[in-house]
């Protein structure tokens, strides 16, 4: 395991994960990941792996036709930051490009059909 620390582009929004060394990103195809364009963490975390510091204030949620996921973002900068996921309910996803020490130009990424996936 791994900690790393990330934050929005105005810093409002910080969080640290604790994760397996991220070798690799995950892309998905469904509508707002492609309008996002994020390379986001393929592990999904649990709760308990990732800690949010922030003024409640100051995030920003986001939901669209099943509500299921929860599409989190700075409400300064407009940075998302991380998500709930729809496919696995209680786990999150985290924008790779918020965290200084990974380069996401240098990372291979798997992609997730999302645009063809339905939630139950
Ligand atoms: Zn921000």
Redesign the pocket.
Known sequence: MKTYQGS??????KFSIDCKPINKGLRCTCSICRRKGTLMSSEALDKDQIRITANPEDIGLYQFDSKKAHHYF?K??G?YTHHETARYPGKYRVNLGCIDEVDTFALDFDVFDGRNWMPD
């Open positions: 929005c582009h105005c810093g409002a929004v700075c300064h900068c940075i």
